[in-house]
């Protein structure tokens, strides 16, 4: 099992900046890449980028460019930073980790919004 616990989230003004973090707990070894989902109200769930044990990443269109996702050596914390945010990047914004035989993780949420 492995429990995935976010920060960061918060109010923030179009143009701003939010560094998301998550921090991994319980049985890492099982997974082989992470990421970050969002929701935003009425709409699905997205994925936002991803990040595997071995560093590659992958970015949504909608945030390619405005956004770096990390993760520690340890690999048990992993790092949203957000740039140039728009009132659509408003959502709940979902930490996960992607079994190695398949299943994904989920964490709690945490909120951003960004205002106009």
């Known amino acids: 099992q492995v429990r995935l616990v976010e920060s960061g989230g918060g109010l923030v003004q179009a143009g701003g900046s939010l560094r998301l973090s998550c921090a991994a707990s319980g049985s890492i070894d099982s997974i082989n890449a992470m990421g970050w989902f969002r929701q935003a109200q009425g709409k699905q769930y997205e994925e936002v980028a991803t990040?595997?044990?071995?560093?590659?990443?992958n970015y949504a269109d909608s945030m390619k460019g405005r956004v770096t996702i990390s993760r520690d050596n340890a690999g048990h914390n992993v790092y949203l930073q957000m740039n140039s945010l728009k009132p659509e990047d408003t959502a709940v914004y979902y930490c996960?980790?992607?079994?190695?035989?398949?299943?994904?993780?989920w964490g709690q949420g945490t909120q951003v919004t960004v205002s106009s």
């Open positions: 996960t980790a992607y079994r190695t035989y398949g299943g994904t993780y």
């Open positions: 990040i595997t044990n071995s560093g590659i990443t």
